[in-house]
T-cell receptor, first 113, second 117 residues
């Protein structure tokens, strides 16, 4: 049973550049989530997909952020015109079934210089 | 609004000691779920337990036990006979059901547990 996979593990970028992260959920999981975690804090919800439909977005997700899950399998999270405040760990999670536990990936650590 | 408070920022114990991690939550919902996750240095959040608001029975799993008390809005986690491998950050989380049956988790700030020899 392969877990949630995220790529890349680390990303260093200069302010103003665009970045894209990928998440591959557990294969039978139809729900996919993105969270962001900053140092010393718990993860914060960003967005949620059921299959290919994006059903919920946090107010934390500014216009510079966009997430897709085109075929209901893998998902991408893009950040345009990155800012230093975007530096964080971006976590992807997936689940199957109503109220099921979320299974998290190892995350992508973004550093904006 | 949902809120989870983990007042203990860091706890240090010596191996084999018992340790309790506190979690207090706030919600207006009558139906909700509570979770505990472990985050070792590798970074991956590992699911430990889920509890729904209608089930106040305490649960034990090996050296782990959980005490859910609705009257005090607390969901505390105890590790018995702690081991060095238990060293990690532990997060308590409260969920809201989303459209389509997903869960939106509100996490506490975590408790860093250090178990020393």
């Amino acid at each position: 049973d392969t877990g949630v996979s995220q790529d890349p593990r680390h990303k260093i970028t200069k302010r103003g550049q665009n970045v894209t992260f990928r998440c591959d959920p557990i294969s039978e999981h139809n729900r996919l989530y993105w969270y962001r975690q900053t140092l010393g804090q718990g993860p914060e919800f960003l967005t949620y997909f059921q299959n290919e439909a994006q059903l919920e977005k946090s107010r934390l997700l500014s216009d510079r952020f966009s997430a897709e899950r085109p075929k209901g399998s893998f998902s991408t999270l893009e950040i345009q015109r990155t800012e230093q405040g975007d530096s964080a760990m971006y976590l992807c999670a997936s689940s199957f079934g109503i109220n099921s536990p979320l299974h998290f990936g190892n995350g992508t650590r973004l550093t904006v210089t | 609004a949902q809120k989870v408070t983990q007042a203990q920022t860091e706890i240090s114990v010596v191996e084999k000691e018992d340790v309790t991690l506190d979690c207090v939550y706030e919600t207006r919902d009558t139906t909700y779920y509570l979770f505990w996750y472990k985050q070792p240095p590798s970074g991956e959040l590992v699911f430990l337990i889920r509890r729904n608001s209608f089930d106040e029975q305490n649960e034990i799993s090996g050296r782990y036990s959980w005490n859910f008390q609705k009257s005090t809005s607390s969901f505390n986690f105890t590790i018995t006979a702690s081991q060095v491998v238990d060293s990690a950050v532990y997060f308590c989380a409260l969920s809201v059901v989303l459209t389509g049956g997903g869960n939106k988790l509100t996490f506490g700030t975590g408790t860093q547990l250090k178990v020393e020899l």
